[in-house]
């Protein structure tokens, strides 16, 4: 049996909570928060024996295997380095930290241990995308030459999610001071990984991030600084061109990615929303022979359908049991963590940055 403990008994630690209490060879044994109250009343919903207000006292106290690290971004290096070394697997939340040095660092000292490392980079739960991604490794369509990604939320236009003017939760995403890198740091992670895995290294990139200030500067303590929308340019090294963009104002979308793939024979495609089983599936179309509007099969788009895949949480468990790190590793989130922190360049200089 692996024994796990949670360390940020926030939000997201309900997931992780939840999808390791599903996972038989785990046991959830400790969890750690520095807020008590919060770590109790946790503790007492997942029925988890011990406590800690802690991380330290949590590593020395407790016979642990893995740690699942769900702190705000600012948290996740101390944390992850920490666990290392002492010789624990971890799973960390995404960004994998708040820059590329950073990254690279924790990427490094994870190389330096057998210790199974991962980053949740959520969208490779979905099954859909993880064959498409298949389809392209195989070669299937020939050359990639053109790529259209987005991710788009609304919750800065509608109050589907509640209201960001008075909830903390969306306050801080809005505000650098408080640890957020806008919306490039939040969704950026996820589609710069959803698009780049299937196609290849992003080789150049040119971006433009955009505050809109129209919307507010302050509220309380929160100045309303961090980046709300993005686009950006990307070459990949096999010389294929695309676009990759997300805002949080896309009005009409929930929390949609969408990813077209064009390729010299045939293209696939997919889009969805919440929650990530309607991710199971892609489309793809290899139709190159039509020769009019009057072909009765011209241009068919075939939906392929695709049993559910391991989610993240799993694959972690899996590759303790086999010693085999699965993907997306440190490494993963580490270069990761180079693209957004080109796009930060870039937007301040005005120009394409190279990668390589
Ligand atoms: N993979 C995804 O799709 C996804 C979705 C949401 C959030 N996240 C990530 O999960 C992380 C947590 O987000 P959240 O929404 O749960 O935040 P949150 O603010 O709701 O929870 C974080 C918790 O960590 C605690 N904490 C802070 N510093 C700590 C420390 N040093 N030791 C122990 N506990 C500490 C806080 O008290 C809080 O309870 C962030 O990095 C976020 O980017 C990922």
Redesign the pocket.
């Given at each position: 049996m692996i024994k796990l403990g949670i360390?940020?008994?926030?939000?997201?630690?309900n997931a992780h909570a939840t999808a390791f209490k599903n996972i038989k060879d785990v046991e959830i044994v400790a969890v750690?928060?520095?807020?008590e109250e919060?770590v109790l009343n946790f503790a007492k919903e997942y029925n988890i024996d011990k406590t800690f207000t802690s991380?330290d006292e949590m590593l020395d106290k407790c016979e642990l295997d893995a740690i699942s690290n769900?702190?705000?971004?600012s948290?996740?290096k101390e944390i992850a380095l920490k666990s290392l070394n002492k010789n624990k697997h971890i799973f960390s939340?995404?960004p994998l930290a708040e820059n590329y040095p950073d990254a690279e660092e924790m990427y490094k000292a994870s190389a330096n241990t057998n210790c199974i490392n991962m980053v949740?980079l959520?969208y490779r739960n979905s099954s859909g995308w993880q064959n498409l991604s298949k389809v392209l490794h195989n070669n299937e369509l020939g050359k990639v030459r053109h790529v259209d990604a987005s991710y788009y939320q609304s919750w800065l236009t509608c109050k589907y999610w509640g209201d960001w003017k008075e909830e903390q939760?969306w306050l801080w995403r809005l505000s650098e001071k408080h640890g957020s890198k806008g919306v490039l740091g939040d969704l950026g992670v996820h589609i710069f990984d959803f698009a780049s895995y299937p196609v290849g290294n992003i080789k150049k990139i040119n971006c433009r991030l955009k505050t809109f200030k129209d919307k507010g500067e302050k509220i309380d303590e929160y100045v309303l600084d961090a980046n709300d929308s993005f686009i950006s340019m990307v070459e990949f090294d096999n010389g294929a061109i695309g676009t990759i963009n997300s805002t949080r104002f896309a009005t009409g979308n929930v929390n949609r990615l969408e990813l077209k793939i064009y390729c010299d024979k045939g293209a696939v495609a997919m889009k969805f929303d919440d929650p990530i089983t309607q991710g199971n599936y892609y489309s793809i179309c290899t139709d190159i022979n039509a020769t009019s509007p009057n072909d009765e099969k011209s241009l068919d788009w075939e939906i392929v359908k695709t049993d559910p895949t391991p989610s993240n949480y799993e694959r972690f468990i899996t590759s303790i049991i086999s010693g085999k790190n699965d993907q997306p590793d440190f490494k993963r989130g580490a270069d990761i963590q180079k693209i957004l922190d080109s796009c930060f360049l870039s937007s301040e200089k005005n120009e394409w940055i190279d990668l390589s």
């Open positions: 360390v940020g008994t926030g939000g997201m630690a750690c928060d520095v807020i919060r991380f769900v702190t705000p971004d948290f996740h939340e995404k949740n959520s939760k």
